[in-house]
């Protein structure tokens, strides 16, 4: 599925129905004699992820969210409204919604808003999106790291590798006419192996990613060394020392140590 076939900016325009008008409509029902300042985020974001164990796919899922939000403020108050559903009507009641919550405090008259177009900004250059690649190819990935991680010893006696992709495209207007959008890429491959030497079974985990393209993973053979990486960490598992445990004396400098407490009874809570 592609996810960004255009610019944020046309993107949410055009697939929602919206037209700048529409925005600056929008930031009009947020603004008024008692508000000094309000803006418009809108996110379109689709996730995807992909989970193999026991050398077989054992889940996949994709979620799309999106909405809205309008935010309104007055002095030190701040208004904040949303809606999943973005069109025209609800960008207009939220609009309300947000201006009704702050507009008990502030001065001045807005001036009329005019959105102005938004500037170049796409610090992610990637050409093909890592949740617009096929899921044959991400599937072909998680199997190859699975072969990789039980080649590396006899002792891995299991690999649950996953790979995790997401676009989210926001933007962003304001009621002092800046307009701005972008397109954030992001994707993980991970790999946890299981180690056993007779009854003695470790755990080691080990992966990679970032705000790039598919081709990340391939370059250099970098899911090769994620594959090696989390069956080594198992393996070495098998003869670590247990952590000291037990009472232990504990120094205490001056001022209040919260960490000890969290600590003490704070997961109990």
Known sequence: MTTHPMKP????????????????????????????????????????????????IKQATENINQGVGVR??????????????????????????????????????????????APPHDLYPIRVQPIDISAEKKI???????????????????VMASFACESKIVLIATSAGVMVGDIQ??????ITCIAQDGANRQVGTWGGGGRSDFEFFLQDNRFER???EAARLAIMNLNAADAPAGPMDVVLGPGWPGILLHEAIGHGL
């Not at 609800?90 to 807005?110: D, K, V, Y």
């Not at 199997?143 to 891995?156: G, H, M, S």
Request: hydrophobic content about 40%; aromatic content about 8%; proline content about 4%.
């Open 9 to 56: 900016e046309r993107f949410f325009l055009e697939k929602f129905g919206l037209t700048e008008r529409h925005l600056e409509q929008g930031l009009g029902a947020a603004l008024g004699s008692q508000i000094d300042d309000a803006d418009l985020y809108f996110e379109y974001r689709v996730s995807e992820s992909l989970a193999l164990e026991e050398g077989m």
């Open 72 to 117: 309104a403020l007055a002095q030190e108050k701040t208004g904040y409204a949303f809606s999943d559903e973005i069109s025209v009507e609800n960008l207009q009641l939220a609009g309300l919604r947000a201006r009704a919550i702050a507009e008990q405090a502030g001065s001045g008259t807005p001036p009329p808003v005019k959105v102005g177009a």
């Open 140 to 158: 072909d990935l998680l199997r190859r790291v699975d072969t990789i991680a039980r080649k590396a010893d006899p002792r891995i006696v299991q």
């Open 185 to 190: 890429p992001l994707a993980r491959l991970n």
């Open 226 to 228: 994620y594959a090696t």
